[in-house]
């Protein structure tokens, strides 16, 4: 089966093609300029610009893969969480363009794309597996028991990993979006100088972020920031994050007795992150798996995956046009056959 995938939850309009038996086939990604002078998303600016990209975007990947609409057996979409005005710009391509090809559509959870992001790599972890979500949005341990069989192990009480980040950049004086560019001038710092605080790290597998920011806050307050001590307040923050992220994973895979760990989502293109994870992993005798670094942050591939994955199985959407700003990735199930449950 090849399916079309459109993502736009957020600032970043991401359209590919994957292909159940030759993988992925072309994929393009346009990720939003609009909002940096805002400092933030604003979610009506995302809305216009996938309005504009989607069908150029959708054009190119099939000239890319030298394919025509015909060539598609199934559309999926980000179905949620997400803006809904940006999501509803997807969905609404993706069911008109349902219509007019006469092939099914799927809508996706945009956290389940993550999840499954690493399927699209050259050595996929088989399930079961522990995976590690970290976005801009999101700091969850879930156990993966089969596609749509997840629970919930633990979860950030406040602040997202990623948020933590882009809060942090800001503080420094780092252009939006923050991550990235922390990460960047962290490689300079020495992550020693600042000891942060690593709350929860002892107990559970919760997180909490918001008493780490508070305290670089309290820092800034304090010193004057020239340039060594912003790549060292950068280092030594990324340091307790990255501290804080191993230790409930690697309790996660000891409490649930899994031996496979997945990092997705934006934070997981952390390169600390990633190298530190697999070092430990070869130590310790657990196997880490990542999408590249383009998949871990928002991208079509992804949900182009997902989507196969359901419309496979038999899911389906009717016609009309539903998005969820909020949707809790347990709420989901194993691939429902519509179909055989309408007859
Ligand atoms: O998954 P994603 O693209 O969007 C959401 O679904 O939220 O994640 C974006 C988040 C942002 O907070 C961004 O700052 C963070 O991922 N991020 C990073 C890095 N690259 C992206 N955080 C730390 N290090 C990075 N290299
Ligand atoms: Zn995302």
Redesign the pocket.
């Known amino acids: 089966m090849r399916v079309l995938g459109i993502e736009t939850?957020?600032d970043?309009t991401g359209i590919a093609i994957y292909d159940s038996k030759d993988g992925l086939l072309a994929h393009h990604l346009f990720s939003q300029k609009t909002h940096s002078e805002y400092g933030g998303v604003v979610p009506e600016l995302a809305s216009r610009d996938h309005v504009r990209k989607v069908l150029p975007m959708i054009e190119a990947v099939l000239n890319e893969a030298g394919l025509s609409a015909k060539d598609i057996h199934g559309i999926a979409y980000t179905a949620g969480p997400g803006l809904v005005g940006a999501l509803l710009v997807g969905a609404v391509f993706a069911q008109s363009l349902s219509f007019a090809w006469q092939c099914p559509a799927v809508g996706v959870h945009?956290m389940e794309g993550?999840l499954l992001a690493p399927m699209l790599e050259a050595n996929p972890p088989d399930f079961p597996f522990v995976a590690l979500l970290v976005?801009?949005?999101?700091s969850q341990l879930i156990e993966v028991k089969q596609l749509g069989e997840y629970t919930l192990l633990g979860e950030s009480l406040d602040d997202a990993a990623?948020?933590a980040?882009?809060k942090t950049a800001k503080l420094l004086g780092l252009p939006y979006?923050?991550?990235?560019h922390?990460?960047k001038i962290a490689t300079k710092g020495n992550p020693t100088r600042f000891t942060f605080p690593r709350p929860l790290l002892e107990k559970g597998l919760d997180f909490s972020f918001s008493g780490l920011k508070t305290a670089v806050v309290n820092t800034v307050a304090k010193i004057s920031l020239d340039e060594q001590t912003i790549a060292d307040l950068a280092a030594s923050f990324e340091q307790a994050v990255i501290d804080t992220l191993i230790a409930k994973s690697v309790r996660a895979l000891n409490m649930t007795g899994m031996k496979q760990l997945v990092i997705a989502?934006?934070?997981g293109?952390?390169?600390k992150l990633r190298t530190t994870l697999s070092l430990l992993g070869e130590e310790q005798g657990f196997k880490v798996f990542y999408p590249r670094p383009l998949f871990?942050?928002?991208n079509g591939a992804m949900i182009a995956y997902a989507g196969c994955q359901r419309l496979i199985a038999g899911e389906r959407e009717d016609l009309s046009i539903h998005v969820r700003a909020r949707w809790p990735l347990t709420a989901l199930q194993p691939p429902q056959n519509t179909r055989v449950i309408l007859i």
Do not use: Q
Request: hydrophobic share 20%; proline share 7%.
């Open positions: 939850s957020c970043e945009h993550h976005s801009g949005g999101h990623g948020e980040f882009d979006p923050g991550g990235p922390l990460a989502g934006g934070v293109a952390n390169l871990c942050t928002d």
